[in-house]
């Protein structure tokens, strides 16, 4: 691949959070390795999170400034005049409008503006401030703001097509979709020291398989939207009338547990909040069942979770629900995965009956996701963020 030369700044302003850290880096070394971008530099507007970060992205340059937008508009204003990138790549609202003022504070050779969205924000402060008297206008500016974002950005890079539908000014300028594929490091792990943790799961299964039981899994957080509590009682019901055993990988285990054992006995139950990211698929493969739950919001139907396309990969059938829209037209084609409409999660009862009834069926067809793997990996995500990045002088 021919090298560019094209420098590239990369603008990342808010809480990290591990599966934005992970597409981030997955994304800059698809731009070097693959697409020939050979400088990139990434600014961070929190000079607190400065020694945390400044390793981890195999970049020739990582920068700190204020937290403060205007602040951080200026420092970046500088740093584009001294390195005269070609692009500019803003992740969230935050750091899209920092990009847009440095922009402005630049009268001649402006970078071209790369918005990567990553949710609907508006949607989002709806649900978390239901109580707040001023949701409402709080809604309103802050659709405004991303409304905004997209008509002064020059292109956009969306997680989910489904946000088109609630944004309407995304219809008229150049979009192209990127899902959270799964990256190849959490695909090739043989070379690294294989954890305590994972030799325990491990164990589990073993002993799981030796008795017969196959093994339903939850990865990820506990969020309100989440359904944690739906969740368990469907896993605790397969635990006790189905052979199952169930195990739990998150960091907050302390949300957890307790919920977990008023549905299964201990020794059925495994729970990590420590594997390294390597190791996931593989321990995600030694289950059966991969369970991914969202209540009916706006801001799960935009999602594209990285948990599902982990869970896929991993060759594991799936019960979901039908706001989780990245997984529908795989499940309807594969016939791996059982899809709850929202209303079920009101009735466990008969859901948990439902899903009973479908666990041969899919049990039996889990063997159809090996064909979408190519699909879901950044052999194919590379494609597409070339599609993003061309046509522009440089």
């Known amino acids: 691949m021919k090298e560019h030369n094209t420098k590239l700044i990369r603008i990342y302003a808010g809480e990290f959070l591990a599966a934005q850290k992970a597409r981030i880096i997955a994304e800059i070394e698809a731009l070097k390795s693959d697409i020939g971008y050979s400088e990139q530099i990434v600014f961070h507007a929190d000079k607190e999170r400065r020694k945390a970060e400044k390793n981890c992205f195999n970049v020739a340059e990582v920068q700190c400034y204020s937290n403060s937008i205007l602040k951080a508009a200026i420092c970046l204003s500088r740093l584009i005049k001294k390195e005269h990138p070609v692009y500019l790549h803003a992740h969230g609202i935050k750091s899209v ?38 949701r409402w206008l709080r809604f309103l ?35 192209v979709v990127i899902p959270r ?26 002993n799981a398989k030796k008795h017969h039981k196959k093994i339903i899994v939850y990865s990820g957080g506990a969020a309100v939207w989440q359904c944690v509590e739906e969740m368990l009682k469907i896993m605790g019901f397969l635990t006790e009338k ?21 549905y299964a006995q201990d020794p059925d139950v495994f729970f990590s909040g420590n594997l390294k990211d390597a190791e996931l698929i593989s321990a995600l493969s030694l289950c059966d069942i991969g369970i991914l739950l969202r209540k009916n919001l706006v801001l799960n139907q935009v999602a594209s979770p990285t948990k599902l396309y982990e869970y896929l990969y991993a060759g594991l059938a799936l019960i979901t629900t039908d706001s989780v829209v990245e ?24 859901t948990c009956s439902f899903v009973e009834s479908n666990l041969n069926s899919i049990l039996n067809t889990r063997k159809n996701l090996l064909a979408y793997r190519h699909e879901l990996t950044w052999a194919k995500g590379k494609i597409l963020l070339q599609k993003l990045y061309d046509k522009v002088n440089i």
């Open 97 to 134: 409008f920092i990009a847009i003022i440095a922009k402005w504070l630049i009268l001649t050779n402006r970078p071209f503006l790369i918005y990567e969205v990553h949710g609907a924000a508006a949607f989002e402060s709806l649900y978390r401030h239901q109580k707040s008297l001023s």
């Open 141 to 175: 500016i802050v659709y405004f703001l991303e409304s905004l974002a997209v008509l002064l950005s020059n292109r956009i890079l969306l997680v989910s097509k489904k946000i088109v539908h609630y944004y309407p000014l995304l219809k008229f300028k150049r979009c």
């Open 181 to 206: 594929f799964i990256s190849e490091e959490h695909i090739d792990w043989n070379k690294q020291e294989i954890s305590e943790t994972f030799k325990l799961f491990k164990s589990f299964s073993d």
């Open 242 to 262: 189905c052979r199952f055993c169930m195990a739990i990988f998150t960091y907050e285990q302390d949300k957890f547990k307790k919920k977990a054992l008023k």
């Open 327 to 350: 997984a529908l037209p795989i499940i309807q084609q594969t016939k791996a995965g059982i899809i709850l409409k929202d209303l079920f999660l009101t009735n466990i009862e008969k």
